[in-house]
């Protein structure tokens, strides 16, 4: 698979400011692209870092590094957002995936004949593909809708937003996401409700999402369920910048009070099982840093709550109905 950096940008931005040292940022399976780019500017007398720590998307966007190594400029590679809420330094970096979607849509055609109108989603690094996957889509037959909304570009979703999608859930029969990433076609099921289809250009398969949905979505309420019983929660603040959601953890501290649970909050970077099983003696925790933690199928011995979770359970100690919570444009 070729990646592609459009450093095209990047380099006009070197033309026209003049940096010293720039500080690359990127997720783990581009850092090996990263080091390419750190070579292209070092030949421009610019003194490049790199940063050694996971990112995992664009709430991540460690301007508090550049602020402590003084750097006057961040390249984050790989994600990107059409408004961005990048801090002062921030300059994203479009990694484009070149794989083709041709074969998969040609199999999908056959699969979703009993649709025929379809969303068409990705994420970042194949979004320059959507226009070709849109005009074949349409050669075969279906209508199709894209929509951008909220920070997002034209047919963007992150693992946390889905505003694009969720705006065109009711003009659509089914939505198909583009890319290999399970998560994000789970994500865009649960918050749309509606039948979607992950389209995996690497080993050309068309599946169903909707046996995973249900297995994402009973985990998330089991553990909401299990979370009332608990006395002691450990609240998390997520240390990354897009992921410090204060408003939530306030209200949520309250709500927990007012049903005679006793909180304590903790900050933490990397929220791992690991880290968490230092503190033994909370029954559960809540994290208002990444949705993903919590709902992508990852094993913590407590409950670990993301925020829509958290509002369930508050809702659930009101004795209200706590509905469908995931169904919703965003997570956080
Ligand atoms: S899903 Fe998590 S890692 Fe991805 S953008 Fe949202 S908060 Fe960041």
Redesign the pocket.
Known sequence: VLIRLDTSRVLAELERRSLKTVLIVAPDGLLKKANELASTLEARNVEVVISGEAC?????LKEDVAEAIKADMILHIG?GLRVSRAGKRTFFVVAEDDVEFNKVIEKAAQILRQFSRVGLYTITQHLHKLAEAKALFEKYGFKVKINDGGKLSHGQI????FQPAYAAKDDVDAFVFLGQSRFHAVALALSTGKPTYMLDPYLEEVTDVATLAEDFWRRSLLAVYKARDAERFGIIIGL?E??MKLHHVERIREGLAKHGKSSTLIAMRDISAERLNTFSWFDAFIQT?????SIDGTCFDKPVLSTPQAYALLNLLEGKDIGNFLRSPTW?
């Open positions: 995992y998307g664009a709430c991540d994600h992150i693992g946390c937003e990354r897009g992921q840093a990444c949705p993903r933690i956080i």
